[in-house]
């Protein structure tokens, strides 16, 4: 059975920075492409980030782009996702997705998501 796991939410001031995980399981698991959405309370799940396991093409929303940075390790099935100088608007329960569709890019269609890992920014 499929499983992404994310972890590494956390509650951090404006202007810090956190790192999230998602590993996938099991090992054998593959996927074309990895994305990261967030879903804050009232508002619907945005699109935050996604990567290629093959090449490492990665695509950004324009809300993240130059502070989160997307990335993957192919031998671990695990991506992470760097945030820097969060905003109290980057608050948000963060989700992880495995998408089998290659093209287009970013996908705009998964097939596996994690539980979730709530982040919140304090201003």
């Known amino acids: 059975q499929v499983q992404l796991v994310e972890s590494g939410g956390g509650l951090v001031q404006a202007g810090g920075s956190l790192r999230l995980s998602c590993a996938a399981s099991?090992?054998?698991?593959?996927?074309?492409?990895m994305g990261w959405f967030r879903q804050a309370p009232g508002k619907e799940r945005e699109f935050v980030t996604a990567?290629?396991?093959?090449?490492?093409?990665?695509s950004y929303a324009d809300s993240v782009k130059g502070r989160f940075t997307i990335s993957r390790d192919n031998a671990k099935n695990t991506v992470y996702l760097q945030m820097n100088s969060l905003k109290p608007e980057d608050t948000a329960v963060y989700y992880c997705?495995?998408?089998?569709?290659?093209?287009?890019?970013?996908?705009?269609?998964?097939?596996?998501w994690g539980q979730g890992t709530q982040v919140t920014v304090s201003s």
């Open positions: 990567i290629r396991w093959s090449g490492g093409r990665t």
């Open positions: 997705a495995a998408s089998s569709i290659i093209i287009p890019f970013p996908p705009r269609k998964y097939d596996y």
């Open positions: 099991p090992r054998t698991f593959t996927s074309a492409a």
